[in-house]
């Protein structure tokens, strides 16, 4: 925590401060957001980057078909369903636009929103040594790459990361299927079960009794020393954040095919929950890429991790953690209990994301409960942040003209691998809180 006087110090400059140390649920918008155009001059990476990443994961796709047989119906592409929300819509009360679920709770392999980023920068990486070492050339077909030969190869080399729980899922579970001998450096919030995947997938866990921001230093550290380790930076890479991106154009066409409107009079809405950013900054990214102005993004963080929030607000990034002002850090929202953001996610976006709300646990259980009632579908808390984004947007005098013809697209980060036991006790949390809420 910093002193007393340094926090009063912020707190007059910034009186959002002190809405965030009482923990109560609020929104911002961002006074300086730039028509994307200009925003996107920020981000230092361009339309070319996000192409590049999509061909190599067209590339790797012959590979993952045979590798992961769950994703030989996509050809060896990880992609999720955007489907509509017609019930939930009805029990949130939106009388005005239309709701969808972007199903990143779905994606083949590891369950979550860190199936893009994560399984690209291993394949990235992968793709480098295979081409360097001779074992692939340009136009190969990459499913040569599932041979014992070539796993014995990526063998010699290790991949390491810090996580809370899904980054780890995915990093861990490519790179040990690729061969590489995989570390999952995991704080203290982080689930058994993950724990277990990992482990009964060949990769090495280690746990500490602290959080996120600790078990990353710890992957870094581990990594430095090892010139055979690639470490995956989940607050600073180019790699995770541009595989993101690439669900951008890939959303674009799902909402043509579906004959979803997205122009200057039927804006598009995306609501994103946000951990370190580089999830929510990736997509984010890529849908300013390929929607431009029609889109909104607004990321949504817990109440007690509202690190993103604090960084761009105060201008201050990663120079600041939610526990130097007096912010636990605490949440049941796995992969949204990051205290300290991103600063190249913060700096990237800050001209391109139009707000920002926080939420709480109770809320998040309400959420899934509700969406589990109207819609059958199961999603873990973290996933439905989303939703508490869409309140301060309908209330939002700037979007009120083409609110009536508006999209609005929560995007469900996760979900589909949690134990069926403990999906059951969310939604039961999330059921008792409804029913207290209505007595
Ligand atoms: C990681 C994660 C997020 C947020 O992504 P960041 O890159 O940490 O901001 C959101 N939802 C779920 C389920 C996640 O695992």
């Given at each position: 925590?910093?002193?007393?006087?340094?926090?009063?110090?912020?707190?007059?400059?910034?009186?959002?401060?002190?809405?965030?140390?009482?923990?109560?649920p609020l929104s911002w918008f961002n006074p300086?957001?730039?028509?994307?155009?200009?925003?996107?001059?920020?981000?230092?990476?361009?339309?070319?980057?996000?192409?590049?990443?999509?061909?190599?994961?067209?590339?790797?796709?012959?590979?993952?078909?045979?590798?992961?047989?769950?994703?030989?119906?996509?050809?060896?592409?990880?992609?999720?369903?955007?489907?509509?929300?017609?019930?939930?819509?009805?029990?949130?009360?939106?009388?005005?636009?239309?709701?969808?679920?972007?199903?990143?709770?779905?994606?083949?392999?590891?369950?979550?929103?860190?199936?893009?980023?994560?399984?690209?920068?291993?394949?990235?990486?992968?793709?480098?040594?295979?081409?360097?070492?001779?074992?692939?050339?340009?136009?190969?077909?990459y499913s040569v790459l599932a041979s014992d030969?070539?796993?014995?190869?990526?063998?010699?080399?290790?991949?390491?990361?810090?996580?809370?729980?899904?980054?780890?899922?995915?990093?861990?579970?490519?790179?040990?299927?690729?061969?590489?001998?995989?570390?999952?450096?995991?704080?203290?919030?982080?689930?058994?079960?993950?724990?277990?995947?990992?482990?009964?997938?060949?990769?090495?866990?280690?746990?500490?009794?602290?959080?996120?921001?600790?078990?990353?230093?710890?992957?870094?550290?581990?990594?430095?020393?090892?010139?055979?380790?690639?470490?995956?930076?989940?607050?600073?890479?180019?790699?995770?954040?541009?595989?993101?991106?690439?669900?951008?154009?890939?959303?674009?066409?799902?909402?043509?095919?579906?004959?979803?409107?997205?122009?200057?009079?039927?804006?598009?809405?995306?609501?994103?929950?946000?951990?370190?950013?580089?999830?929510?900054?990736?997509?984010?990214?890529?849908?300013?890429?390929?929607?431009?102005?029609?889109?909104?993004?607004?990321?949504?963080?817990?109440?007690?991790?509202?690190?993103?929030?604090?960084?761009?607000?105060?201008?201050?990034?990663?120079?600041?953690?939610?526990?130097?002002?007096?912010?636990?850090?605490?949440?049941?929202?796995?992969?949204?209990?990051?205290?300290?953001?991103?600063?190249?996610?913060?700096?990237?976006?800050?001209?391109?994301?139009?707000?920002?709300?926080?939420?709480?646990?109770?809320?998040?259980?309400?959420?899934?409960?509700?969406?589990?009632?109207?819609?059958?579908?199961?999603?873990?808390?973290?996933?439905?942040?989303?939703?508490?984004?869409?309140?301060?947007?309908?209330?939002?005098?700037?979007?009120?003209?083409?609110?009536?013809?508006?999209?609005?697209?929560?995007?469900?980060?996760?979900?589909?691998?949690?134990?069926?036991?403990?999906?059951?006790?969310?939604?039961?949390?999330?059921?008792?809180?409804?029913?207290?809420?209505?007595?």
């Amino acid at each position: 925590m910093l002193p007393t006087p340094a926090i009063a110090a912020l707190r007059e400059q910034f009186p959002l401060i002190t809405e965030l140390m009482a923990l109560q649920p609020l929104s911002w918008f961002n006074p300086r957001i730039a028509p994307a155009a200009e925003g996107l001059d920020d981000v230092g990476l361009t339309a070319h980057d996000v192409a590049q990443a999509s061909a190599r994961l067209a590339r790797f796709a012959p590979y993952l078909a045979k590798a992961f047989p769950q994703t030989q119906a996509s050809g060896g592409i990880i992609e999720s369903p955007v489907v509509p929300l017609p019930a939930m819509q009805a029990a949130l009360g939106m009388t005005i636009g239309q709701l969808w679920l972007k199903q990143d709770s779905h994606l083949p392999i590891s369950g979550s929103i860190k199936a893009r980023g994560g399984i690209y920068e291993v394949l990235k990486h992968a793709e480098m040594l295979a081409l360097d070492a001779g074992l692939l050339k340009e136009g190969d077909d990459y499913s040569v790459l599932a041979s014992d030969a070539v796993r014995a190869f990526f063998g010699q080399y290790a991949i390491a990361v810090g996580s809370t729980g899904n980054l780890g899922l995915s990093i861990g579970i490519m790179s040990a299927r690729l061969g590489f001998r995989a570390t999952v450096h995991m704080s203290a919030d982080a689930r058994q079960w993950k724990k277990d995947k990992l482990r009964a997938h060949g990769v090495t866990v280690v746990e500490y009794a602290t959080d996120y921001s600790v078990a990353v230093e710890a992957g870094r550290k581990q990594a430095e020393g090892d010139p055979a380790c690639h470490f995956v930076d989940d607050e600073n890479s180019h790699d995770l954040f541009l595989g993101y991106a690439v669900a951008g154009q890939r959303l674009k066409q799902q909402f043509e095919a579906a004959g979803v409107a997205v122009d200057a009079d039927h804006p598009l809405f995306v609501y994103l929950p946000c951990g370190v950013g580089g999830g929510p900054g990736g997509v984010a990214f890529g849908l300013k890429l390929a929607f431009g102005d029609c889109v909104h993004c607004v990321f949504v963080e817990p109440t007690h991790s509202p690190c993103m929030l604090l960084g761009v607000h105060t201008g201050l990034h990663e120079q600041i953690s939610v526990q130097e002002i007096g912010i636990d850090n605490v949440t049941a929202a796995d992969g949204l209990a990051v205290g300290r953001p991103s600063g190249f996610v913060g700096r990237a976006m800050q001209r391109l994301i139009d707000g920002y709300a926080t939420v709480t646990d109770e809320e998040l259980y309400r959420l899934l409960a509700t969406l589990e009632q109207t819609q059958g579908l199961r999603l873990e808390p973290s996933a439905v942040a989303g939703f508490a984004g869409i309140p301060p947007v309908l209330a939002a005098p700037q979007y009120q003209a083409n609110l009536p013809r508006a999209t609005h697209l929560v995007w469900g980060t996760g979900g589909s691998m949690v134990p069926q036991e403990e999906m059951a006790a969310y939604v039961a949390r999330g059921r008792a809180l409804l029913a207290a809420g209505a007595a």
